[in-house]
């Protein structure tokens, strides 16, 4: 297997010879990993010499092998957010860059939303936790690999349509201020005149909607490839173009998911979606397709999948991520920032190493990784339902544990909290500065307050320009 494995490797390096990935260096020593013991010994030295002798392009395949690309930032984290690479521990705020096969976790009571450079965000509720394994990148698509591990997480794909305008508030409301200071919902300045404020085109929360459909008109304009995502779960792998899926994940106990309808995510138009799921077993290859908008079950071992009648729980925590503009609106923000040169077809393959650090796949390479993928997955997560079976259960009767329920309120009790606390009382927030620190633009930043002092006209402007008239210099680098 090993020797099939450097042939193939092999035949993918021939275009790809001195090619120098963004961070890397000449030297392929690996000055802080090394083992002293290991670089003084002969015999290793010999075989790796060996080896380096008979195969011309080593050094390529071995860049390839260290090469861990960029797959997205942090958009927002609420409490405690943790990121494992490697061997280390770091704790993840905004703006935080996600890598390769990084480990992304909340603690109890933290709530973190994560942008994808093609543009999907990702939800984790308290004690949470997803691996994104790899984000490959063709001249038509972009394909993204990534594990569920545990806990409650939303993965929402990037849609090319616009949002129905809604009049009830936003329900994640825990993220407010936002840490994109242009995405919170606009303030009414205190001096607004009664005509302003009862005869005004669209209040606070419309407004907002409307600065969503036009950020994402502007941004469809270099959004030019479709994502596909490969969704490993425990007991079932999910695969899909441009997905939107929820889903409630255990140790060897059942996993529910859920794919939302354009219907659910509120957007202006409906599409046609498909998705298929692969169970568990070694030889089970066989593919099933999925409905939008049904909860799904799937009971250990694995072997089967059932569609389920949701519970208030899930009914509860799905109103939390169902109106989430100032979130739409940070991700738009930051696709515009950071993403356009992944959508550039034009891109050469050596400009796309040096200068941003990805290695550039054709189709078939994807097709290729994608089957092997399938096969790799399921084997291995079976094996993996084995052991953590008789693990659970030897620490569940040594230390006389309880377990939850896989879906329970942890999830979403804090974010209801947040949401019932504002309101709908303080849907419309007012701007009444009483002291002289409070009217500087670093306090209104501090506490999210985007104010002008004619709220209407601010608001017919925001629809006809999209765009908020603070200084936004800084998502145009």
């Keep these: 297997m090993k020797a099939i494995f450097l042939i193939l ?65 942090v958009l927002d984290c609420f409490g405690d957010c943790r990121l494992y690479r490697d061997s280390s521990e770091h704790r993840i705020q905004h703006m935080s860059e996600i890598m390769e096969a990084d480990e992304i976790l909340t ?39 990534a594990r569920l591990n545990i806990g409650n997480i939303l993965w929402l794909s990037r849609h090319m349509q616009k949002f129905e305008k809604q009049k009830m508030r936003e329900t994640d409301t825990i993220f407010f201020p936002m840490a994109i200071h242009e995405a919170n919902p606009l303030t009414r300045d205190g001096n607004i005149s009664m005509d302003d404020y009862l005869f005004g085109d669209e209040d606070v929360i419309t407004d907002q909607y409307t600065r969503v459909n036009n950020f994402i008109n502007e941004n469809n304009k270099f959004v030019s490839k479709p994502t596909e995502a490969l969704l490993v779960m425990p007991g079932a792998t999910v695969f899909g173009e441009n997905i939107s899926m929820e889903a409630y994940l255990s140790i060897a106990r059942e996993n529910f998911f859920k794919l939302r309808t354009d ?25 099933t397709d999925l409905s939008y908008g ?42 515009k920032k950071y993403s356009q040169f992944l ?42 339902i084995a052991v953590a079976e008789r693990y659970r259960d030897d620490i569940l009767k040594k230390y006389n544990i309880v377990e939850k329920p896989v879906v329970n309120n942890d999830f979403f009790k804090l974010a209801l909290a947040k949401y ?55 998502l145009k680098n």
């Design 107 to 145: 603690s109890s009571n933290s709530y973190l939303w994560v942008f994808l450079y093609d543009g999907t965000i990702v939800r984790l509720s308290p004690s949470s936790s997803v691996t994104i394994k790899e984000i490959n990148i063709t001249d038509t698509k972009i394909f993204l690999h």
């Design 343 to 384: 959508f550039d077809k034009k891109m050469s393959r050596e400009l796309l190493a040096v200068k941003y650090g990805y290695r550039k796949w054709t189709n078939k390479e994807v097709e290729l990784r994608k089957k092997f993928l399938w096969d790799f997955s399921r084997r291995l997560e079976t094996s993996n």
């Design 420 to 474: 019932l606390e504002r309101g709908e009382v303080d849907r419309e927030r007012f701007y009444n500065p009483k002291l002289n620190s409070e009217k500087k633009e670093l306090w209104k930043r501090l506490h999210g307050i985007r104010s002008k002092a004619k709220a209407s006209a601010r608001i017919r402007e925001s629809a006809q320009e999209g765009t908020s008239r603070l200084d936004e210099s800084s």
């Design 294 to 335: 049904s909860w799904y079950k799937v009971a250990m071992p694995a072997r089967k999948i059932e569609q389920v009648e949701p519970d208030g729980m899930m009914n509860i925590n799905e109103l939390i991520t169902k109106r989430i503009p100032s979130i739409y609106y940070s991700r738009e923000a930051m696709l």
């Design 263 to 287: 219907n659910a995510l509120l957007l202006s138009e409906e599409k046609e979606h498909s998705a298929v799921v692969n169970l568990r077993g070694h030889v089970n290859k066989e593919m």
């Design 9 to 73: 490797i092999s035949f993918l390096c021939f275009a790809e010879v001195e090619t120098l990935y963004k961070g890397q260096t000449m030297s392929l020593i690996d000055w802080k990993g090394m083992d002293a013991q290991d670089w003084l010994n002969l015999g290793k030295w010999k075989d790796k010499t060996k080896f380096k002798d008979s195969f011309k392009y080593w050094k390529s395949l071995e860049r390839i092998q260290r090469l861990k690309e960029p797959v997205g930032r």
